[in-house]
């Protein structure tokens, strides 16, 4: 069957979608579910062995493949040889915490004791300020290298220049067609980057790792580990995966790799201050992809959100066991004061968006919204509209804090750095799918106007595009553990390589009701008596959370969604985590 082709005659479910094959017609018996699935997911034939079981080596690539990385090495090794102060500049998000952590954690491997410095969401903001560079030098740093910043930092580098201090930037996010004045500028988004382009799509933790591996491999070929023992950079990959996954990068290629080692070494629970972090956060079993997205990141991102921007760095870098027990527990305090703020603006910032149907953008303001979760909310509400939205945060002098959430198909950050060189914002940046900025508050109209006509077309096109994909149809007594192991040999998923989603039916609704957070708990059944769970989050208020709970036993219907092992009491039972459903009659 094409792809294109309708899955279980499904042309527009409740939630007016239709349901259509990912690639082909998949079983849930097939002899070979993994390879099916790898097709599914864009891997080519020949590359089918690699992306069974990927590995570091197989997907490593040269690190001088990227410019300005062997100079960017080679004064790294300089400063470890001659045991130069060096500082790692890092920016307050996971992504930020696990790349200064890995520098630091490898310099100190070296012998030499970084430190680490996370800017003040609040009364810093994102990225390098001169003032931040120029004091650090003042201080005694003659090497600083920032990481998940920097990409946009002209003047911060050019004070820094000044003072007298080499700066590194390693960056993931979108370049400008100027870049700052810096020692390197090691970025795999940089407009003149040619092989090293292809890997676009790493996280600013993989290029740390990168550098690290660049750094090791000079200080080698020196000569300097006659006499002492290489880093184990390996070790260091339990940090990569974390960061790599919280900040949401696809994992295509290298980044799989990052995660399936990376998750390896984070079971081996060898950072004492990750393991904290694995015990606060209450996982009895090594971690899988989906807690680093939704267990140990939001930990990680709380201290810079809502607390104090350096926790996420000292805990991952830190030696003693108690103080490691000590943050992982004010992380946790601190994620729980997060949802509390994030739910009272997402419901502010709903409000205000339902306004803007006539928007390709949805942008929204207010005074009073906490800039440590409007990220988060700009997800949120991309998520209930289907289309890309920013979140502005405004303090009482008029200036805006902005965060922005896109969707596939939409690149927010290019946008982004057009309304920056029209200047529409004080600053700006980001990539495809996310993105940050700074607007004065007499400047929102127009940058939503900017926006709204740059993006019309991108967006029209990606939601009559909209549907939902399937990679399987399969019974409802056919939604085992078995068949969630067996989908789970072709991951790690995440962006970029969607976890397979399937469908059930037909099904009656035995039992459905309301729990926690407005989710909808429910009791499906078969024509042949099978019985399977399911759960609609955040869904009691939709149209089809409504039309679900106030569905009789006697109608048939279609159901899909990801099937997910529910552990509870020693027992691993599968359950469909439901995303949409169809009316058979």
């Known amino acids: 069957m094409l792809a294109h082709s309708s899955v279980c005659g499904v042309t527009r479910s409740i939630t007016g979608q239709a349901w259509r094959w990912r690639s082909g017609v998949l079983a849930a018996g097939d002899d070979d579910l993994v390879r099916a699935l790898l097709l599914a997911r864009g891997c080519v034939a020949e590359d089918l062995e690699r992306n069974r079981a990927p590995t570091i080596r197989g997907f490593l690539p040269d690190p001088s493949i990227f410019r300005d990385m062997d100079r960017a090495a080679e004064r790294l090794a300089d400063a470890v040889q001659a045991r130069e102060a060096i500082t790692i500049f890092g920016d307050y998000d996971v992504d930020g915490a696990t790349s200064a952590a890995l520098l630091v954690r490898l310099l100190r491997s070296l012998g030499v004791s970084a430190q680490s410095y996370i800017p003040d969401r609040l009364m810093e903001g994102y990225g390098p300020s001169g003032a931040a560079l120029v004091r650090l030098a003042e201080a005694g740093a003659r090497l600083i290298v920032t990481v998940d910043c920097g990409a946009q930092a002209f003047e911060a580098l050019d004070l820094a220049k000044a003072a007298g201090v080499d700066v590194i930037v390693v960056d993931h996010h979108k370049c400008a067609t100027a870049l700052p004045v810096a020692h390197a500028v090691v970025n795999p988004n940089r407009l003149d980057e040619e092989e090293g382009a292809a890997h676009g799509h790493l996280a600013a933790v993989g290029m740390a790792f990168m550098l690290a591996v660049a750094t090791v491999r000079v200080l080698r070929r020196r000569g300097c580990f006659a006499d002492r023992a290489e880093p184990r950079l390996l070790d260091l990959l339990d940090l990569v995966a974390l960061g790599t996954v919280a900040d949401v990068a696809q994992l295509r290629g290298l980044n799989r790799a990052f995660v399936t080692q990376g998750l390896k070494v984070m079971g081996e629970r060898r950072n004492i201050g990750l393991s904290a972090l694995i015990d606060a956060a209450g996982l009895d079993r090594a971690p899988i992809c989906r807690d680093l997205g939704f267990a140990l990141g939001p930990r990680i991102n709380a201290g810079g959100r809502v607390g104090k921007s350096d926790l996420g760095v000292r805990l991952l870098t830190t030696e003693d066991p108690d103080e490691a027990a000590a943050i992982a527990a004010e992380l946790n305090r601190l994620n729980e004061e997060r949802r509390a703020i994030e739910a009272m603006v997402t419901e502010a910032a709903e409000s205000a968006a339902a306004s803007q149907d006539d928007r390709a953008v949805i942008v929204v303001a207010a005074e009073g919204w906490h800039p440590g979760v409007i990220g988060i909310v700009a997800g949120r509400i991309k998520e209930k509209f289907g289309r890309p939205a920013i979140v502005v945060a405004l303090d009482e002098d008029g200036v ?186």
């Open 400 to 585: 805006g804090k902005g965060s922005g959430r896109s969707i596939g198909g939409v690149d927010l950050g290019a946008a982004v750095l057009a309304a920056k060189d029209a200047g529409l914002l004080a600053a700006g940046g980001g990539h495809a799918m996310a993105a940050g900025l700074t607007v004065a508050a007499e400047r929102l109209q127009a940058l939503a106007d900017f926006l709204d006509s740059r993006l019309a077309e991108d967006v029209a096109r990606a939601r009559q595009d909209q549907a939902l994909t399937l990679d399987l149809v399969v019974a409802p007594g056919g939604i085992t553990s078995a068949l969630v192991d067996g989908m789970d040999a072709a991951g790690p998923y995440g962006a970029g390589w969607p976890a397979p989603r399937i469908a059930a039916g037909p099904v009656r609704i035995v039992k459905a009701d309301v729990v926690g957070t407005n989710h909808v708990r429910l009791v499906l059944t078969g024509a042949d008596g099978a019985r399977v769970k399911a759960v609609a989050f955040r869904a009691a208020e939709t149209e089809m959370g409504q039309a679900l709970l106030a569905a009789g036993p006697g109608r048939s219907l279609w159901v899909a969604g990801r099937a997910q092992i529910n552990e509870w009491n020693g027992r691993r039972d599968a359950e469909l985590h439901l995303e949409d459903a169809a009316w058979i009659d």
